[in-house]
T-cell receptor, first 111, second 113 residues
């Protein structure tokens, strides 16, 4: 059974700091991995999608990496801003199209 | 561009009452559709998914059911709500089969009292 774990559960950093969010999964037979952002009381916004054949994806200040063999992904946020404060979720996709989510990391960026 | 709608945004219902949540997608055809629930202190859990009209797969045995009467319409229902049905319900869609990247709606907050 696929399990997804995100560490840490919560993180507080000062504005401007670079930071890394971690995601690990138990079954390396994934189709792709997706990182989402969720603001309080809102739906999920897709940030980055990494195909299983890819090693990383970049969008603006965000960079996500994928190491299938070790069952790990990281989301790197450069020069964090207060507007980055949210919960970040990673999810692995099986070839059936079903997403398995981690519990999320709640990020607070202090001005 | 594609847009996904959910309504209502919030709902407070007594135990034992029926439920109907609606999700519609615009700007695409023949999408995969999904219902997820996010309960307090728990992660997102896939409840149902559909690859076409009338085709529903259930992931978790429960008090809920889903239907897809039209290509871009997905409905979550219950005949009698339980307290444990409270949560944040999210609808999502993806192209099929392609990359399966999923796009989520704004969600419905359901409180069962």
């Amino acid at each position: 059974k696929q399990e997804v774990t995100q560490i840490p559960a919560a993180l507080s950093v000062p504005e401007g700091e670079n930071l890394v969010l971690n995601c690990s999964f138990t079954d390396s037979a994934i189709y792709n991995l997706q990182w989402f952002r969720q603001d309080p009381g809102k739906g999920l916004t897709s940030l980055l999608l990494i195909q299983s054949s890819q090693r990383e994806q970049t969008s603006g200040r965000l960079n996500a990496s994928l190491d299938k063999s070790s069952g790990r992904s990281t989301l790197y946020i450069a020069a964090s801003q207060p507007g980055d404060s949210a919960t970040y979720l990673c999810a692995v996709l099986r070839n059936t199209g079903k997403l398995i989510f981690g519990q999320g990391t709640t990020l607070q960026v202090k001005p | 561009s594609q847009t996904i709608h959910q309504w209502p945004a919030t709902l407070v219902q007594p135990v034992g009452s029926p439920l109907s949540l609606e999700c519609t997608v615009e700007g695409t055809s023949n999408p995969n559709l999904y219902w997820y629930r996010q309960a307090a202190g728990r992660g997102l859990q896939l409840l149902f998914y559909s690859v076409g009209i009338g085709q529903i797969s259930s992931e978790v045995p429960q008090n809920l059911s889903a239907s897809r009467p039209q290509d871009r319409q997905f409905i979550l229902s219950s005949k009698k709500l339980l307290l444990s049905d409270s949560g944040f319900y999210l609808c999502a869609w993806s192209h099929q089969p392609s990359s399966y990247e999923q796009y989520f709606g704004p969600g419905t907050r359901l409180t069962v009292t």
